[in-house]
């Protein structure tokens, strides 16, 4: 069933991108990846195949070590030792991300909350090349979009970020369409686009159509991220014309297996936060066996949720009047309803309220008071997300009050950001049109 993308605004008559940043502001950088540590090492192990349900239609490689064909994209999650953007800025960038409405209110507080750095990942970012030989950048692997962006040689005031620079490139060919992101926060980037070769691991992907920003606002210039690469079905894309770096993966046979992997989990004390598998999937990060659902709808990653419940310690199953198609978005923070589900899910939270200038906020102290785990019930098994991961960051002059993992404003699709992804493994994989869920082994 072919996705409809609702139109978007416009930059000089064209339409924007549905790329999402997140503004993060005081934050010391750790140091440059090592880019050899991007790149596969070789193994003598023999893949396996992978235990799936009857909706396969083929075996998938599965490896402990990787391979000659497949290789690991280690991500990196923030380190924040000061004040940071964080949830409220997650929320509004999510829901413009997807054309969806943002509440007026909340605009005038996402640049002026500051919070303290409280553990939990707003954004992660993977090393990746642009350009012969690469360039190396930290991009966000994003599988809600479709487009690659990153900052160009031009732009005066990304003095954050590091540059692409198409005089050190072999393979940079000027393409010159004007090219820009908007949000209803009034953050923006424009430019124009090129084509180049793309490296991410062993893999080299030529003739890529990439976003060079010449300008961007302040909430991206103090983005710890260089950029955007999207893992999303082209059609998500909004640059006209464009073929994403996924499908032009996928159409050219540079993988043996046209699946990718993620794992993510709370950074460590060297900021490690999980990684991306290109071509396989490795049984050592889940427990149990994969549980393979069809996509609804293949452009966004787009399932079904049977069913949302409650899962209380000592009480038992509540179930909650929230199902329907669901999309699993590594380039979203928190998990996203519509008004009515995420009133619904709120009302298992004792003293939960929807404040007009904050949104959703639950008492800090839920975790003790609702022990236990929302359980998202998906192709006939339940995927646990801990009550305490639902606690985000508090709330600035109200104390005890902390703000919630689940927002509202989605309006055809529950979006299952990575609070959910944190605590269930997940495989994306293109030929089959399907993904693959298992919890997390951490």
């Known amino acids: 069933m072919a996705l409809d993308v609702p139109s978007g605004p416009t930059i000089d008559g064209l339409p924007v991108s549905g790329m999402q940043f997140l503004a993060d502001s005081s934050e010391e950088e750790k140091a440059e990846h090592q880019d050899s540590s991007n790149n596969a090492s070789s193994s003598d192990g023999q893949n396996q195949s992978v235990s799936s349900d009857s909706s396969a239609s083929s075996p998938l490689a599965d490896v402990s070590q990787d391979g000659v064909n497949s290789f690991r994209i280690p991500i990196t999650a923030h380190k924040s030792p000061g004040d940071r953007v964080s949830t409220m800025a997650a929320r509004v ?4 991300k997807h054309k969806l409405n943002v509440p ?11 919070v303290k750095e409280y553990g939990y990942g707003i954004e992660y970012y993977g090393s990746v090349g642009v350009g012969s030989p690469p360039q190396m950048f930290k991009l966000d692997l994003d599988t809600g979009s479709g487009d690659v962006w990153l900052a160009g040689q031009e732009c005066k005031v990304c003095s954050r970020h590091k540059k692409f620079n198409p005089d050190k490139s072999s393979t940079y060919k000027s393409e010159g369409r004007k090219w820009g992101i908007s949000y209803g926060d009034g953050s ?15 893999l080299t992907v030529p003739n890529q159509v990439i976003g060079l920003a010449t300008n961007e606002s302040r909430a991206y210039q103090i983005d710890t991220v260089d950029g955007l690469l999207g893992l999303a079905y082209s059609g998500v894309s909004f640059i006209p014309g464009v073929t994403t770096f996924l499908d032009n993966v996928i159409e050219n046979d540079y993988l043996s297996e046209p699946v990718f992997s993620v794992y993510l989990k709370d950074k460590d004390k060297d900021d490690y936060a999980g990684e991306y598998l290109f071509g396989a999937i490795d049984k050592t990060r889940f427990t149990g066996e994969l549980t393979w659902v069809p996509l609804h709808r293949p452009k966004f990653w787009e399932i079904m949720l049977d069913s949302v419940s409650f899962n209380v310690k000592d009480v038992g199953k509540e179930e909650m009047n929230i199902k329907g198609p669901a999309i699993l978005d590594t380039g979203t923070t928190l998990i996203v309803m519509s008004e009515e589900q995420a ?3 709120h009302r298992g939270i004792p ?3 929807n404040s007009d200038i904050y949104g959703w906020i639950m008492p800090c102290n839920t975790e003790q008071v609702v022990p236990g785990n929302l359980t998202f019930t998906i192709g006939g098994v339940d995927f ?8 985000r960051e508090p709330v600035k002059g109200l104390d005890g009050w902390c703000f919630s993992a689940v927002t509202s404003g989605a309006s055809d699709f529950v979006i299952l950001g990575d609070v959910f992804l944190r605590s269930n493994y997940a495989v994306f994989d293109r030929r089959n049109g399907r993904v693959g869920i298992a919890p997390s082994k951490h």
């Open 104 to 114: 007026g209110k909340w605009l005038q507080v996402v640049e002026s909350l500051k």
């Open 93 to 96: 960038r999510t829901l413009q």
């Open 343 to 345: 009133t619904e899910f």
């Open 384 to 391: 646990a997300v801990p009550v305490k991961n639902l606690v």
């Open 188 to 202: 923006f980037a424009s430019g124009y686009t090129i084509r180049d070769t793309v490296t991410i691991g062993n």
């Open 351 to 353: 003293s939960a309220e």
